[in-house]
Nanobody, 126 residues
């Protein structure tokens, strides 16, 4: 089992920045990639960004490219999502997820993730 705990959400003005963290514990050796998803009110959950754990393949939703950066610190078993130039449409609950089986890094955005965190609220508003 793997436990994921997100932190770093909050209220920020448009154009501002936030950094989300996701701390993993448990059987982390089984994880091949970590992803960030978000779900806005009345919308389906969507993939935002992801990163492999053994090398540095990263993938992003088109609308966040150039604004969001996903990174990992294997020594701390933590994955980060640095978000800049935040816009009201980025408002959502952000979830961290982990996947064990990943045949190809390119499958990060569409993989079936095995473990999920509880989510952290990000609100972008003036």
């Amino acid at each position: 089992q793997v436990q994921l705990v997100e932190s770093g959400g909050g209220l920020v003005q448009p154009g501002g920045s936030l950094r989300l963290s996701c701390a993993a514990s448990g059987s982390i050796f089984s994880i091949n990639a970590m992803g960030w998803y978000r779900q806005a009110p009345g919308k389906e959950r969507e993939f935002v960004a992801g990163v492999t754990t053994s090398d540095t393949w990263t993938f992003y939703k088109d609308s966040v490219k150039g604004r969001f950066t996903v990174s990992r610190d294997n020594a701390k078993n933590t994955v980060y999502l640095q978000m800049t130039m935040l816009q009201p449409e980025d408002t959502a609950v952000y979830y961290c997820a982990a996947v064990r089986t990943l045949p190809l890094p390119s499958l990060i955005p569409t993989a079936t993730y095995d473990y999920w965190g509880q989510g952290t609220q990000v609100t972008v508003s003036s």
